[in-house]
Nanobody
């Protein structure tokens, strides 16, 4: 499966963005999926994940209550709705997919990665 992330941009603190991850090549719902981010000089970190049906999700503590991960089977697309953005949310955001039965917070568990989309939050 090929993944294409989009939706990043420049936003003021307190604003919102919706990231999209479009899949091609195979049915996206065949995979568990997630979002990770990497800020300059830092390691890639887990943000959120979703199971195949979309009925189960997981969030990193630093985005709980501010982000919602979802997927649209008909559009073969996953989303990350982010609100109340903070300058420390500035990072390149990556979407990923895994053939495993359940999502993981570990980047190494994911088999396919999108190219990343830059989110910049100004103070």
């Amino acid at each position: 499966v090929q993944l294409q992330a989009s939706g990043g941009g420049l936003v003021q603190a307190g604003g919102s963005l919706r990231l999209s991850c479009a899949a091609s090549g195979r049915t996206f719902s065949s995979y568990v999926a997630g979002w990770f981010r990497q800020a300059p000089g830092k390691e890639r970190e887990f943000v959120a994940a979703i199971n195949r049906s979309g009925g189960s999700t997981d969030y990193a503590d630093f985005v709980k209550g501010r982000c919602t991960i979802s997927r649209d089977k008909a559009k073969n697309t996953m989303y990350l709705q982010m609100s109340s953005l903070k300058p420390e949310d500035t990072a390149v955001y990556y979407c990923a997919a895994s053939r495993d039965n359940m999502y993981s917070r570990v980047a190494g568990a994911y088999d396919y990665w999108g190219q990343g989309t830059l989110v910049t939050v100004s103070s």
